[in-house]
């Protein structure tokens, strides 16, 4: 199958190639030399702008960080909505909702197909092809990259209106940023009280309170002290906002949510917004004045 890609990054890049290397044809963009080239090594084909992968191929697919370039890309100037063969828009991205509506509204007026395609499973999930991919669209054309969407991971299809798998992807987001939050607060207390946290986690992981925080992320990424779990601070607070935002448009209570996200506020702020979403432990580390770390 021909396959256009727009956006071959930390998540782009390891879905372009295992579409590749499942015998796909693909046509990929990006704005940056050194995410396209290990692609065009592979055979990829590169175009110049996100219309001339529309002009290209019939289905196209976008994973890119943020909703505002999400819809420049699909339907603003030189956006994929102005291509001449396009049949179908495939975002991977996680941009709400509303943004999702929004876009297919606008490229149904051109007859062209959105089927909302947020995954979740990090870089790590990408490279092995575990991930979880949430879909929403019109049957019809959910039937024809479906395969391809396999490749990825495991396919679940949530619903045929604009949007639903956006808010299945905000809900598994928050749940994920709620057990980073409460993960380091727990294992910093822990610390605080003089337990040994390698043993803590062995502890919680064995019970009831296993998260892939204390399961993943914590012995991977943070007692090393290494925080390179692959996804920035800035993303995570992005979708914590868009989870909030969405809930209290649906009138939900949101108490949780709003804590949550004032964590991951004041993580973005004293940590910095680029650096690894695991970051969010030394913002709870500063104020107890512990360290989370491997005893020597």
């Not at 890119?64 to 890309?73: A, G, Q, R, S």
Request: hydrophobic share 45%.
């Amino acid at each position: 199958m021909e396959i256009g890609i727009i956006g071959v990054g930390m998540m782009g890049q390891p879905m372009a190639k295992r579409l590749i290397a499942a015998g796909h044809s693909l046509i990929i963009y990006d704005t940056r030399n050194d995410a396209v080239a290990p692609l065009v090594a592979l055979g990829a084909k590169l175009a110049s702008s996100p219309q001339d992968v529309a002009d290209r191929v019939e289905t196209v697919m976008a994973s890119l960080p943020e909703p505002h370039i999400v819809k420049k890309v699909a339907t603003g100037e030189g956006g994929v909505i102005h291509g001449k063969k396009i049949k179908r828009f495939i975002d991977l991205s996680t941009t709400g909702p509303g943004v999702a509506a929004e876009i297919a509204a606008e490229l149904k007026k051109k007859n062209i197909a959105q089927v909302d395609s947020p995954v979740s499973g990090g870089v790590a999930g990408a490279i092995k092809g575990t991930l979880a991919v949430m879909v929403s669209g019109p049957q019809p054309d959910i039937d024809v990259v479906k395969d391809a969407l396999s490749v990825f991971g495991t396919v679940f299809v949530v619903g045929h209106q604009p949007g639903m798998a956006q808010t299945v992807k905000l809900a598994n987001n928050f749940l994920s940023a709620s057990s980073m939050a409460a993960t380091s607060e727990a294992i910093v207390m822990g610390v605080k009280a003089g337990i040994d946290p390698a043993l803590m986690l062995d502890v919680i992981n064995a019970g009831s309170g296993r998260t892939t925080a204390s399961s993943g992320k914590f012995p991977n990424n943070i007692l090393p002290r290494t925080f390179d779990a692959g996804f920035a601070t800035a993303l995570m607070l992005k979708d914590v906002r868009l989870c909030l935002q969405e809930a209290k448009a649906l009138g939900v209570p949101t108490d949780m949510m709003g804590m949550v996200a004032s964590l991951w506020e004041r993580t973005a702020s004293e940590m910095g917004a680029d650096k690894d979403f695991t970051t969010i432990v030394q913002t709870v580390e500063k104020r107890a004045g512990v360290t989370v770390q491997k005893k020597k």
